[in-house]
């Protein structure tokens, strides 16, 4: 059975919705798979046999090698970085705190975002899927769930933020490695049961009645505002109100430091849990700034070149936050040098205290 293209291609050309996805994973799989309005002397059927496959574009040696290797570096890098990230976290226990198991969880998603890129790389170069419909289906349920798991992770932390900055005397109590891990599995249970269930609602749909037409139209436009616009409202306000409160926080520090008055515990503390903020917040920013212009795009007319720049640009996501990590915290650095060097084999490694140079 041939995995029916018109899941994304034949949406834009024929206003097909049976078959569409969540919104997040239909514009970007739609994008991938985006017919370049090819002459016909230089295209052929997908499926010689039937005419309402996909059309498949020929491309030179040279642009499949250049987009081979692209995709392959850097679907290794991403599943390379995202580990040792894993790793660093798993392995030692001084790293065994709430917003780290967060962390834990994002690096968990981006790494398998890592594995499927060389078959969106597949699709983008050939125009054609051959793995049946089945296949088709659960990739898709597959991919829709990461990209949801990765949006909720970005959501509990700018919580955890909040939280830390706005609260600190609540967050032992309200932020607990127990229920960090309920909302992590939370998370993951509750976007796996909505994204299938989306996809199962959504590919029952018959283009060819009006009704069902506007029914999949507005599960679109609803499953966009759910699993993107919401939550990146939520988060865009729970930052403001923290980089709020930690410029207060650094004005108050700044005053005691210019009257020579020592900093106490709580001023450090605060000062710690602020950079922590303003360190998360830059992957809380990249993430936006990978995704929106997509998305802008995808509601817009523009090229199928320009979406299938920008559909990528949101996959290096992915392999981005290890580098941000590796920036900003001198132990994910440590961490790293443990692990390479194989020092995490050494008995008791796993209680090195990785917060200071040995």
């Given at each position: 059975m041939l995995c ?51 059309m498949k574009t ?271 915290y001198p132990w ?27």
């Amino acid at each position: 059975m041939l995995c029916p293209l018109t899941y994304y291609d034949a949406v834009s050309q024929q206003d097909d919705t049976r078959f569409s996805g969540s919104a997040r994973a239909h514009s970007i799989i739609g994008s991938l798979l985006a017919v370049h309005s090819p002459n016909v002397m230089d295209t052929q059927y997908c499926f010689d046999t039937i005419t309402s496959s996909c059309m498949k574009t020929k491309r030179s040696s040279f642009e499949h090698n250049i987009i081979y290797i692209f995709v392959l570096l850097l679907s290794v890098w991403t599943v390379f970085l995202n580990l040792l990230v894993i790793i660093s976290i798993s392995h030692f226990k001084k790293l065994h705190t709430p917003t780290n198991l967060i962390i834990l969880s994002l690096a968990v998603a981006d790494m398998l975002i890592g594995f499927v890129m060389p078959i969106e790389a597949f699709r983008l170069i050939e125009m054609c899927s051959y793995f049946g419909g089945s296949f088709c289906a659960l990739y898709i349920v597959f991919l829709t769930v990461l990209f949801s798991v990765s949006l909720s992770n970005i959501v509990l932390i700018a919580f955890d933020r909040f939280v830390a900055v706005c609260q600190p005397l609540l967050y032992p109590q309200k932020i607990t490695t127990t229920k960090t891990l309920m909302s992590i599995c939370l998370c993951w249970v509750c976007s796996s049961a909505y994204n299938t269930a989306f996809v199962i609602n959504t590919g029952n749909l018959d283009a060819s009645n009006r009704r069902d037409v506007m029914t999949g139209f507005v599960w679109r436009v609803a499953d966009l505002f759910v699993a993107f616009i919401f939550p990146c409202i939520l988060i865009i306000t729970l930052y403001m109100r923290i980089f709020y409160v930690v410029h207060r926080h650094v004005k108050v520090i700044n005053l005691l430091m210019k009257g020579g008055k020592c900093l106490i515990e709580g001023s450090v503390k605060r000062k710690s849990e602020s950079k922590a903020a303003l360190t998360l917040g830059v992957i809380v920013a990249v993430y936006l700034l990978c995704w929106i212009p997509y998305y802008i795009s995808s509601i817009s007319v523009a090229s199928s070149t320009t979406k299938n720049i920008l559909t990528w640009v949101t996959y290096t996501n992915s392999s981005l936050n290890p580098l941000i990590y590796a920036l900003f915290y001198p132990w994910f650095r440590r961490t790293v040098k443990h692990i390479l060097t194989l020092k995490i084999f050494h008995p008791a490694s796993s209680l090195v205290n990785i917060f200071t140079d040995h």
